[in-house]
């Protein structure tokens, strides 16, 4: 090793906020003071993201882990650490304090233990099968195809406890069982890769990342069911999954591992590709086996389930990806395994895209029962710019928000229902003060009317209301009695519409409604959009005794609406003004009104 | 390659994965993997990958592995990319823009030396870790 | 067949297995209420009226897409059911116009009877009316999607019922509108105008083009003799609009009707259609016996199937009867022989059909061949539902009317002729007469019970005193496919054929339920008036079309004889391949 220790200083804009880089000029210093330049190399990093303890420094390749650190402590951490090879234990993060030595062993042993789903992702070369194969891939087909009766792996699944991972969560051996138990010469596994909640993208990263783990997938579950035919329905604007899992499909094939006689089994399977032209209801699943039999994209009545009667009428297993992608895991490691990860009833770990108001976006994989609290402040880094955290939304727009309050519940099926939201497919928005719960609700309407399939009156009348009356109320011109109007045509809709989509369309108001209620009425009854969201409410002016007239307001106005004099108070043509909040944002006097 | 039996199959994973250990246990390889999902495309992952490419070429660099991977999920942190080589802990560099990709090349495989304000960490793993105890 | 035991609202309740619980509800004499579904088409599950509440499942389930189970507990009716319903129900009355004074269907829209049974009384969700300009480009049926409810019947009925896809589900969300694929319009789609889309739409969305006005214009010219023809199905449905039982026959009324309402002579298309078996049997025969001419021969007296073979099936009209239909058989005879008849030039008659039919109005302007007499055959044509209109404008009591008999002499007709109007009754009608031609004899029994029913596709063997003719009978358009394939794979191989001689109907049981029929048609009112048809037969005096004594005059007195060069003139026509879609 070039140097003997490497410091690493988080530089995320939570420690930075609390003098992070003090305290790397200040390791930096002491380096200098001890001549230890060639031996310690001092960098400044990104995001650790675990902002809550912050700010952070870790030191290698001892991987210890020091939190809280400040300036001051930085002579201690060189000169005990780094000179005398003692910890400073008064800083190591508490749970860690308990261990001699935090070993770099861990966190890969970890990362084998928790990455379930995206074990692969990041790590292995996703357009050659041999890197898949290295990691115990087709292990479980293998165990499957030899050694395992179609009982055994729905036991092995229902030891697990595995749930869907694409919307409702239901137990995934159950569905499996029923398919199995339907007697037909045809059937078929299918799996479903429309994701299409806005700001989830959990499904694409690992079909991106990890193909084989689906297909193998679906193979076991083809021959757990008696199905010899599969489809992957992905939607055609993820060209790199498609041209990712072509290729997979491709390799598999020739190895053997997709096709006939896999594996000299005698059980033969194959994998087709139906690509979708990106319609969100197209991920439920009734209309998807519609839009893979080539007709428009509609849901059907249920029942009859698709395990009854699904493709082209033949019983047929729908999962999503992200389901499909801890079965190989489940069959190699074993159910029980599986089973100690998560909550009494939500097992496993789940994949989330964190978006929106956070500071690091992106994939995380959790185990069930994981706060909230954590994945948002510790994994996500919190909140940027200093702002209040206000609420997340879960499940997508079939989904709730859930509010400050609610930060340490445990993220499971259960709890999430109780608060009013749903798992749905992982994605999760969060929003910070500036955010208006009325103008986010009314955002998710527009997206339910706009992917509304128009077949089923509830849904497709009904949203178009509950969007005209949210536009209404944005602009101040709402009532009470549109509150009462907007729960019964809730109500029908969760009640009457064909499919899930019109069925939880209602839910981001109805959870808006339970949680930030003062917020409807403030519009409804003060005309006043707290957050300053809603133009039709808000109105910029300039304070004249505040203003200085340096005239940056002026110059960032997009409308060129202000003007003045130079160092004289300025003013905004109202009749111009389009409320884009810029000279809010711009001026560094305060001397610009939002009310 | 032809179609495998349950045999080839096996030799393959214990092959490969030899293959795999020897590679980290040999102290000469170094591994540069970069980040392709579609985010870390959409942040430019393809002409860092070409950048790598052109560096190692100008320094003669032939122990250098260049592979791509899926998204590592750091996706504020794109293009993101993991660094493996001996002596030198395991590091993934985000923001690895062309020019930081050069600099990497230059100062982390070249110099052994970490590229200041690019190391990123996976973001889960302080936290998950705490979990599992 | 095995039955089911359920409890509907508490009351047991058994029904045959397949049973869907509005049906099953319907047996325990309670009404679920409903918009989208339609007992012809399976359960399109869009409206979300019609849910119902059943033990176990925790949500609600639509009654028309559920199939009976044994033991099913299930709750049809409650206060919260009524709330969803009635809510469900005012959400489609906001993107309704309030227009039902001035709709065609007021009366008789389905919509505007649940807002009635539901008490609706005022309109407490914004209303979002569409502007979509109506197509009124075929001349048969106008499209108004404004008025359209999105419970997809048309679609479903054009596309399953009757595999035309002309109609299409276009955009999505609250823009879904149905119209054909592309945004053209319907004259320029497959559509084959047999309006079984009008028949079905339960709303103003889709209806038949109103010629009455053309009919009152016609009437109070002077200068005309106006002539007036019936269709033979006509008699057996326009008296539900009046009222009276399904399966009613109302012929002597309708005749006493047309006189009071200024027509001077009154004929039955039923005798054209004795003509109609006269020229297709001797075709038949021709073909058949002497060779002359493609087999199998295929019948043309719809003009809705016709357009269809001309669009999809064009390398089949060698094998086409080139006998026109009756409507335009009567056109022809009324402008020429008749006019003669009475001193009276073509221009002077203004000839009107009552038709059950949408695709009549496009047949009388179909092509050159529909200007025999020199002048457009036909004036104008009328659906059953617009004459129901005018008999009511009249302020006729049309159920007490006496009956009435028609004129002589293209007002005689035979069983055989008024056959016509359902499913199987052109195949039936012409073995009568071909067992005559071919045997010269005449038939003991001249009933074929095996080409009749609401069977999609009805295949027979006949035993024409030793010679083996094989015949088919397929009803519904998409039936049709079947029959010709089979026709086409034998052709191709030079097997054997599989039939002589193929009756094509496009309206599922035949005219008796055709596009222009009164609404409310379903296999059970299909049974009924298909009934009265057979009645109708059985009740003449002559059952065979080669008898009918004015039939007879005719030839002695203009044709010659069938197939002769003045039929040939008059009579028959000529077909030309056309494009599905004109672009």
């Known amino acids: 090793m070039a140097y003997q220790h490497y410091i690493l200083v988080c530089g995320g804009t939570g420690c930075e906020s609390n003098k992070a880089d003090a305290i790397y000029r200040a390791l930096q210093r002491e380096t200098e003071t001890h001549d230890l330049t060639h031996a310690v190399q001092v960098v400044k990093t990104g995001c650790f993201g675990f902002c809550a303890q912050g700010p952070i420094v870790k ?48 966190i890969s042993f970890y990362q084998k233990q928790f990455r379930v789903v995206l074990r692969n992702c990041g790590f292995i070369d996703p357009e050659e099968i041999s890197e898949y194969i290295s990691r115990e891939g087709y292990v479980a087909l293998e165990r499957v195809l030899f050694d395992l009766s179609p009982q055994d792996v729905i036991s092995e699944l229902k030891t697990s406890g595995l749930r869907g991972r694409g919307g409702a969560g239901f137990p995934t051996w159950m569905k499996w069982n029923f398919t199995r138990e339907q007697t037909s010469d045809q059937k078929y596994v299918v799996c479903n890769a429309d994701e299409g909640d806005p700001g ?86 009734t209309a998807l086996l519609a839009s893979i039999e080539g007709e428009r994209g509609m849901p059907r009545p249920r029942p009859p389930f698709p395990s009854v009667k699904g493709l082209w009428g033949e019983p047929t297993v729908i999962n999503n990806v992200e389901t499909l992608a801890n079965i190989p895991v489940i069959l190699t490691r074993g159910g029980e395994w ?258 | 390659m032809a179609k495998m039996s349950l045999d080839d199959l096996r030799a393959m994973r214990d092959q490969k994965r030899r293959e795999l250990e020897m590679r980290d246990a040999d102290n000469k390889t170094v591994q540069i993997i970069v980040g392709m999902g579609t985010s870390g495309i959409a942040a430019g992952a393809k002409n860092t990958l070409s950048a790598f490419l052109a560096e190692l070429e100008q320094h003669g660099l032939t122990n250098v592995s260049l592979r791509q991977t899926g998204s590592l999920g750091l996706d504020h942190a794109e293009p993101t990319v993991e660094v493996r080589m001996a002596d030198m802990p395991t590091v993934i560099y985000g923001k690895v823009t062309p020019k930081v990709a050069g600099e990497i090349v230059r100062s982390h495989i070249m110099n052994k030396t970490l590229v200041d304000e690019h190391v990123f960490d996976r973001p889960a793993a302080d936290i998950l870790e705490r979990k599992e105890q | 067949m095995s039955t089911i035991n359920l409890e509907v609202n508490g009351v047991p309740v058994t029904v045959p297995a397949g049973t869907n619980v509005l049906d099953a509800a319907a047996t325990a004499k309670i009404a679920i209420p409903k918009l989208c579904y339609h007992s012809d088409l399976p359960a399109w599950a869009a409206c979300g009226i019609c849910v119902v509440k ?138 084959i105008k047999c309006g079984q889309c009008s028949a079905h739409c339960p709303v103003g969305a889709i209806f038949e083009k109103d010629e009455t006005q053309t009919v009152y214009n016609g009437i109070r010219d002077e200068s005309k003799h106006k002539v007036v023809q019936i269709a033979p199905a006509v008699r057996v449905a326009l008296g539900e609009a009046f009222g009276m039982e399904p399966g009613s026959i109302v012929t002597g009324k309708i005749y006493a009707a047309l ?179 071919v045997t010269g004899d005449e038939l003991e029994h001249v009933e074929f019970e095996s080409v009749r ?27 049709v496919k079947t029959i010709l394939d089979e026709v086409k794979q034998a052709l191709a191989t030079g097997a054997e054929l599989p039939y002589h001689f193929i009756e094509v109907m496009a309206c599922r049981g035949g005219c008796i339920s055709g596009g222009g029929q009164p609404y409310g048609g379903n296999d059970e009112l299909r049974k009924q008036r298909m009934a009265a048809i057979y009645r109708d037969d059985v009740d003449q005096k002559i059952r065979v079309s080669h008898q009918n004594p004015a039939i007879k005059a005719l030839y002695d007195d203009f044709l010659g004889k069938p197939l002769s060069e003045t039929s040939h003139k008059y009579l028959h026509t000529h077909y030309t391949p056309r494009p599905i879609y004109i672009k």
């Open chain 1, 338 to 595: 599986f089973a100690k990860i998560g909550t009494e009833k939500s097992k496993g770990t789940k994949v989330f895209a964190l978006t929106g108001k956070i500071a690091n976006s992106g994939l995380v994989e959790v185990p069930m029962g994981t706060p909230l609290r954590d994945i948002i402040f510790n994994i996500g880094g919190g909140i940027p710019d200093g702002k209040a955290f206000k609420a997340v939304q879960t499940g997508g727009p079939s989904g709730g928000v859930i509010t400050a309050e609610h930060l340490d519940t445990p993220i499971d099926y259960e709890h999430l229902q109780e608060l009013g939201s749903i798992m749905g497919s992982g994605g999760m928005i969060v929003m910070d003060e500036s955010d208006c719960m009325i103008d986010v609700t009314k955002f998710y309407l527009e997206f339910t009317v706009e992917e509304s399939c128009g077949k089923c009156a509830p849904c497709r009348v009904g949203g178009r209301k509950l969007h005209d009356i949210l536009t209404k109320i944005s602009k101040g011109q709402g009532t009470q009695e549109d509150i009462d109007t907007m729960r019964q045509i809730g109500t029908a809709m969760q009640r009457a519409s064909l499919c899930g989509l019109g069925q939880t369309a209602p839910n981001p108001i109805l959870s808006t409604l339970r949680y930030f209620k003062a917020e409807y009425d403030a519009h409804i009854d003060q005309g006043v959009c707290p957050a300053g969201k809603c133009k039709e409410l808000v109105h910029f002016s300039i304070i004249t005794d505040k203003c200085i007239g340096c005239g940056l307001c002026a110059r960032r106005c997009p409308v060129l609406c202000i003007s003045g004099e130079r160092r004289q108070p300025h003013e905004i043509d109202q009749s111009k003004c389009i409320k884009c909040g810029e000279c809010f944002t711009a001026c560094k006097f305060d001397a610009v009104l939002r009310a």
């Open chain 3, 54 to 191: 059943v033990a176990g499942s925790p949500k609600l389930i639509r009654a028309c897409a559920l199939e009976a189970t044994d033991g099913m507990k299930v709750i049809t009716h409650d206060p919260e059911l009524q709330e969803i319903r009635r809510t469900v129900i005012e959400l489609i009355l906001s993107t309704h116009p309030n227009s039902c004074l001035t709709c065609p269907r007021n009366g008789t829209c389905e919509l505007q009877t649940l807002a009635a049974d539901f008490g609706i009384r005022e309109q407490r969700f914004e209303s979002n009316v569409r502007d979509i300009p109506a197509d009124t480009s075929t001349p048969s049926i106008v499209l108004n999607p404004e008025k359209c409810v999105g419970c997809g019947r048309c679609v479903k009925v054009c596309q399953g019922l009757q595999d035309v896809w002309a109609l299409e589900f276009l955009d999505r969300g609250d823009g879904t509108r149905m119209a054909p694929a592309g945004d053209i319009t319907l004259n320029e789609s497959p559509c």
């Open chain 1, 200 to 285: 989830a993208y959990m499904d694409r990263s690992i079909l991106e990342g990890d193909p084989h783990s689906v297909l193998e997938a679906m193979a076991i579950c083809g021959r757990t069911i008696g199905a010899n035919k599969g489809f992957i329905y992905i939607r055609a604007e993820y060209p790199l999954a498609i041209g990712r899992l072509e290729r997979a499909i491709a390799q598999a094939t020739e190895f053997g591992l997709l096709g006939k006689d896999i594996l000299g089994s005698g059980f033969d399977f194959e994998i087709e590709i139906r690509l979708g032209a990106g319609a969100f209801v197209c991920g439920e699943e």
């Open chain 3, 259 to 437: 006189r009071r309402l200024g027509f001077d002579t009154i004929f039955d298309t039923n005798f054209a259609a004795d003509l109609t078996i006269m020229e297709e049997g001797s075709e038949f025969v021709e073909r058949f016996v002497n060779g002359k001419g493609a087999l199998p021969l295929i019948t043309t007296c719809c003009p809705s199937w016709v357009d269809y073979m001309e669009k999809y099936y064009s390398d089949m009209i060698p094998h086409f009867s080139t006998a026109k239909s009756p409507q335009m058989m009567m056109g022809a005879l009324v402008k020429t022989y008749f006019a003669q008849k009475i001193g009276k030039t073509a221009d002077e008659i203004f000839l009107t059909s009552v038709m059950p039919c949408t695709s009549k109005k496009y047949e009388i302007v179909r092509d050159e061949n529909m200007r025999s007499s020199g002048v457009q055959d036909i004036d104008v044509v009328i659906t059953t539902r617009e004459l129901a209109r005018m008999i009511k404008q009249a302020g006729i009591t049309f159920d007490s009317l006496e009956d009435e008999p028609a004129d002589e002499s293209l007002g005689i007709y035979t069983g055989a002729g008024t056959i016509f109007g359902a499913t199987g009754g052109v195949m039936e009608a012409a073995l009568r007469t071909a067992y005559h031609l």
């Open chain 1, 59 to 106: 030191i290698l390749p001892e991987e210890s882990f020091y939190v809280e650190v400040t300036p001051e402590d930085a002579a201690e951490l060189i000169s005990e650490h780094i000179v005398k090879g003692r910890p400073v234990t008064r800083l190591l993060y508490k749970e860690e304090q308990s261990k001699e030595h935090a070993r770099v062993d861990d």
């Open chain 3, 453 to 479: 029913g609401l069977e999609g596709i009805k295949r027979a063997t006949v035993d024409i005193k030793g010679t083996e003719v094989r015949v088919a009978v397929a009803h519904n358009m998409r039936n």
